[in-house]
């Protein structure tokens, strides 16, 4: 079955809501595998009142798998106050020798409260290969302008490389 774009939408409010509940910055978090925190900020974090919600405590940019303080990940859902501005340009470089979101956010969050929101639904990882090429299929696969050719060329691609 597929769904419109505003079908969609709640997901993404409720961290919206959230926020303004809160008044103060909610990221986008979900909880990934053990061998993917190395490749995210991961949060530590205490669950709040609220379903789906944390208080931020603090952040690690790509911990190592034993170093994460969690498995939830920041992913680049961010309703941040605007005070992130000045923090990030004070922000000396970090890891990779960038200055690094993580890094302002950790300053932000000693700042003032910081909320994690555990968000619902298929997330893609467009920054991987294989995140990407899912992300296009899938939504293309979404247009009905597009889905009958697709379908068939995919079939086509997987008979060819049938082995």
Known sequence: MLRSPRAQ???????????????FSVLGVQEVAPEK????????GAPTEEARTYTVKD???KPAQEEAPSRLA???????TPEIFDILENTPPGRGNEIQLTDALRVLAKQQPMYAYNFEGRRYDVGDKQGFIEATVEYALKRPEMRGKLLEYLKHIVDVNKE
């Open 59 to 61: 952040m690690v940019e």
């Open 74 to 80: 920041v992913l680049g859902r961010y309703i941040i």
């Open 9 to 23: 939408r709640p997901r993404c409010l409720a961290q919206n809501s959230a926020c303004r509940r809160r008044g």
């Open 37 to 44: 925190v190395s490749s995210y900020g991961i949060i530590d």
